[in-house]
Structure formats: C-alpha cells, structure tokens
C-alpha cells in the first residue's frame, strides 16, 4: 500500500496542473493524514483563503488512520484517473518534460476566478491569496479602503 501511496503521490505531483481544485482539496487532505497524521498546525488567517481550504480539508479528517489515507489517496485517484498506474504522467499532461515541477498538491484555484488582473480588486487580491499585490494596492493608495460597494 506505501509504495503505490508514494506512486500515486508522485503522479499528482506532475498532472496537478490538469486537476479540478476539489479533486487537489481531497487528494491534499489525504496526503497530509497519511503522512503527518491529525492536524495539529494552527488555522491559518482569514486572508490565507487557499491555506484555510486546505487546513479545514485535513481538519475533517480528525482520527482517520494512515492505512486508511492512503487507500483512499489511491482509491480517488483511480477514480479520477482510471488507469493512472500504467499511464505516463506526461501524457495526461499534455506531453512535454515533466521534471523539476516540485509538490504541486498545494496548488487550488477557483473555478469562478476568470477576472482580468487589470479588473480585480483589492478583494479578488485577497481571495487570491496574494499578499504583495495587497500591499501593493494599499501603499500605492490606488484605492479607496472605506468606499462601500454594493455588497
């Protein structure tokens, strides 16, 4: 079971990119319970939208044994991907070097996010996860923080 967890494991790394958010959410939770066990990390901050999703995805998890984990690390993944054991990663890919991609389980992003950079507000940067462009809006005072929208 370990060595077809690491197999699985080491597949999703290089097919992430080709992943739904909710498929990388599970298979994320899982990989963390199988190797680390219970969460025990503290929740991330309100503005650390990806890594709240991710915390609360390993959180549910609660006692779940490792064995189990990973059985269903494998179990998604087959469902996901039939046949993924006898596939080359690249292939499902979209062809091309598949080295030096490094972990890419962490990688989520939303399916309704199809806003232009150009249109995004301070808001989207946040939801985005992307601190320096926060920072960058605010000190640039290109933007009014008290102005009400119609939300």
Same mark, same amino acid.
């Given at each position: ?8 494991? +080491? ?10 958010? +909710? ?37 549910k998890?609660? &006692? ?45 992003v ?5 806003? &232009? ?14 601190? &320096? ?6 000190? +640039?005072?290109?933007?009014?923080? &008290?102005?009400?929208?119609e939300?």
């Amino acid at each position: 079971l370990t060595e077809s967890f690491e197999l699985a494991t +080491e597949f999703v790394r290089v097919v992430a990119a080709k992943l739904k958010s +909710e498929d990388l959410l599970y298979l994320y939770a899982r990989f963390k319970q199988a190797n680390e066990g219970r969460c025990k990390t503290p929740k991330p901050s309100f503005f650390d939208f990806q890594g709240k999703q991710k915390w609360e995805a390993w959180k549910k998890l609660e &006692d779940m044994p490792t064995l189990t984990a990973k059985k269903d690390y494998i179990e998604y993944l087959s469902k996901i991907i039939p046949g993924w054991q006898h596939q080359e990663a690249r292939d499902v890919n979209g062809g091309g070097d598949t080295a030096g991609l490094g972990i890419a389980v962490s990688r989520m992003v939303c399916e309704d996010d199809d806003i &232009d950079d150009c249109d995004k507000t301070v808001f989207d940067w946040c939801k985005d996860g992307n601190v &320096d462009k926060v920072k960058t809006c605010l000190n +640039e005072n290109t933007l009014n923080v &008290d102005k009400l929208d119609e939300e």
